[in-house]
C-alpha cells in the first residue's frame, strides 16, 4: 500500500516538474538526458545481450555434449 501510494507521488512530481506550465519547467532538461544516456544505455544493453547469447551458446554445446555422453553410456550398456 505504501509503494502504491509513493508511486502516485512520484509520478506527479514527475509530472508537475516536467510540464512547462509549472515552476520547475525541467521539461528540456529531461530531454537533455534522455539524449545523453540513451546511446550509453543502448550500449549497456548491448552487451548483455551479448554475454546472454555467448551463455547460451556455451549452455546449449554443453547440453549436446552431455546428451551424446548419454547416448554412448547406453550403447555400451546394451551390448
Known sequence: MVSLFL???LIAFTV???LPQFP???GEDVVAFLKGFAPV???FLGLICLFIGAADIKDKGEAKKE???ARAREEA???
Open 67 to 69: 546428451e551424446l555422453e
Open 24 to 26: 520547475l519547467a525541467w
Open 77 to 79: 550398456e546394451g551390448k
Open 41 to 43: 544505455f543502448a550500449a
Open 7 to 9: 508511486g502516485i507521488i
Open 16 to 18: 508537475f516538474a516536467v
